[in-house]
């Protein structure tokens, strides 16, 4: 299999993914659909380094992965923080600069 | 190349390959790559739109579990062990569990409202998803993607001992520095989700004077349990036959979006609509189980059933 098929399965989920972050409104769904794009673009690093013969690609993909991770941490205590206080997960109720 | 070029023995020959985590020099057969790929491209295609369409939120968690199974093994076919496992571990094992538990803290009950605050919202979002799609697609189409390398030259001397090789030498500040990044994470988590006490912690005795004052001294009820339904969302019946709703716990009536107290018939007695409100005491209802369950309820709901 080229390589190429690969990217393209990236960039089809990355897609899928960038719709579903503006369609929902629940932000913890608009949060897993972000991890969908971040493991989108894993799979086209592997894909890259599968293709370049190295592995500096899989490394890379490895940091997405930390990162990632440490994103979703933060992220879920803020959604809690939120939820807390305006008892709603909803992204259109969180309106308090609007005014 | 094609999915009708799939058959059982060549599965497993790619399963056993998988499994037996040595790579050979060029991989798995390039039919059995190419099923593979398909195979999973699907699952994960169809995994991502069901998360996106999917009404509750566990649903879409669960489909984000099965796309991320699938790009695991989509990693495996590339020459990418480490990180295949380091998916499964990280992302299905940690992340989703994290989803998951934040899910049945906050909002396992609230179904998302369909109704579109921003008109038009979700035409643009698509329109705009797809001109992504086609403009990645386009750009792909351009670059020059070559073919790939044979697997030797990334796991030559071990996929594991390579990627440490380099994560240790070339990439060793970057991986300093994403320790960092995990302590701050971390440390940020436990600031955001922690609560201040504002006021101080009531004693006993504040607590018994309020629930005194509450007007219901007693525990609340519990959910009846009957011959016909087994379960704890039935709500118990108080002595004059009436349903206790104070008796089901909330956190499950809600769950149903249909009427919270389906029509309890007593033994021998036809499911029929009730005609008198919940302050009738005509009924000659002697429920089997619930009566002790029903008893302490009756201090409990001066609003419905007091006479």
Redesign the interface.
Known sequence: ?????????S??????????V?????A??V???I??ML?AA??AF??F????????G??I???V??????????G??????I??TRR???V?DANLLKN | MSLSSLHLPQAAAAAGHLLAAAPSPEGPAPTTHAVIFWLFTVIAVAGALGMVLARRAVHCAMMLATVMFSLAVLYLMQGAPFLAFAQVIVYTGAVLMLFLFVLMLISVSSAESLAETLKGQRVAALVAGLGMVILLALAIGHAAIGQAKPMTSIGGTGNVTGLAALIFTRYVFPFEVTSALLITAALGAMVLAHRERTRPKPTQRELSRRRIASGHPTPLPPPGVYALHDAVDMPALLPDGTPCELSVSPAIARREPGPATPAIAAPGETPAPREDGPGGDARPLVPAAGQESAEPAAPATQGGTQQ
């Open positions: 299999m080229s390589p190429e098929y690969y990217v393209i399965l960039v089809l989920l990355f897609g899928i993914g960038g719709v579903g503006l369609v929902r409104r629940n913890i769904i949060f897993m659909c991890e969908l493991n894993n799979l592997v894909a380094a599968r293709m370049h013969g190295n592995l500096d899989q490394v993909a490895f940091f992965m930390v990162v990632a991770a440490a994103e979703v941490v933060v879920l205590a803020i959604l809690m923080a939820f807390r709603s997960t909803s259109d």
